[in-house]
């Protein structure tokens, strides 16, 4: 089981943050350079309890799917998503939030097994901890910038 423990001070209230975090449309912003594709069973442009995210991206000469549901959503200090289907042995994301006198600090933590395929299994260890620390750390700096500055309103109103 691999883990990802990734900490965020950003200069913004708790509620901002929260919505900026679980918006499809920054999450499709946080991609957009990549080879990763987000599908949504969503109506709305936040993903709320219940609802799920399917990603598809093409690693290790391989086309990978997962899609995790948010099981668990307390506004605004937390939500888990857990995968329902997909490619890895098991996968939870844990996104909490707490208020500071300056802000708000995001905390991701991860956990995870490799994919269930051997060349995915083998891998996995080198890549796939590096890579979800990378699109972490990207979609976290994407929020912070929309979150300190007016672009928010563009996406949440």
């Not at 599908?39 to 799920?52: A, F, N, R, Y």
């Not at 290790?60 to 549901?69: F, H, I, N, P, Y």
């Not at 939030?97 to 051997?118: A, H, L, Q, S, Y």
């Amino acid at each position: 089981m691999s883990k990802i423990h990734i900490t965020t001070f950003i200069n913004a209230p708790i509620e901002r943050v929260f919505d900026l975090s679980r918006n499809i449309t920054l999450l499709k912003k946080a991609i957009a350079a990549g080879k990763e594709q987000i599908l949504s069973d969503t109506s709305s442009v936040l993903i709320g309890k219940g609802e799920s995210i399917t990603w598809k991206a093409k690693h290790l000469g391989k086309l990978r799917m997962l899609t995790t549901r948010v099981i668990e959503m307390e506004k605004p200090g937390m939500y888990q998503e857990l995968q329902v289907k997909g490619d890895l042995k098991s996968y939870s994301h844990e996104h909490h939030f707490k208020k500071t006198e300056n802000g708000t600090i995001m905390i991701d933590m991860v956990e995870f097994e490799g994919p269930r395929d051997i060349i995915g299994s083998i891998a996995a260890p080198m890549f796939l901890k590096k890579y979800l620390e990378a699109f972490l750390h990207k979609k976290n700096e994407l929020i912070r910038n929309y979150a300190e500055s007016d672009k928010w309103r563009a996406i949440i109103g």
